[in-house]
């Protein structure tokens, strides 16, 4: 059984950071293209960042750049995503995914495999 469990959301005030994790048991972590999205209150689900299955390649939808990283340990079979300069806009559920792709996608119905969300909420 595949299991993907976020961690690390929370309250923080604008301009802060915040490093997300995601867990992963139940499938070879190594073989999975690796996102992060974010859905908001009425908004759809969106892509924020991936990162190809060795960490060589990373990818970010323009809103985050410059402020988000996304970084994979395959030997803890984790996903990060490091957040800083944190904006209110960035206020969402983030969800880690994992799709055997191993290619770069920002679609949803890309990703198998979803966690459960974590709440991260930035307060001006």
């Known amino acids: 059984q595949v299991q993907l469990v976020e961690s690390g959301g929370g309250l923080v005030q604008a301009g802060g950071s915040l490093r997300l994790s995601c867990g992963a048991s139940?499938?070879?972590?190594?073989?999975?293209?690796m996102g992060w999205f974010r859905q908001a209150p009425g908004k759809e689900r969106e892509f924020v960042a991936g990162?190809?299955?060795?960490?060589?390649?990373?990818y970010y939808e323009d809103s985050v750049k410059g402020r988000f990283t996304i970084s994979r340990d395959n030997a803890k079979n984790t996903l990060y995503l490091r957040m800083n300069s944190l904006k209110r806009e960035d206020t969402a559920v983030y969800y880690c995914?994992?799709?055997?792709?191993?290619?770069?996608?920002?679609?949803?119905?890309?990703?198998?495999?979803w966690g459960q969300g974590t709440q991260v909420t930035v307060s001006s």
């Open positions: 139940g499938l070879t972590f190594s073989r999975y293209f």
């Open positions: 990162i190809s299955w060795n960490g060589g390649n990373t």
């Open positions: 995914a994992a799709s055997s792709r191993l290619r770069y996608s920002g679609s949803t119905i890309d990703y198998e495999y």
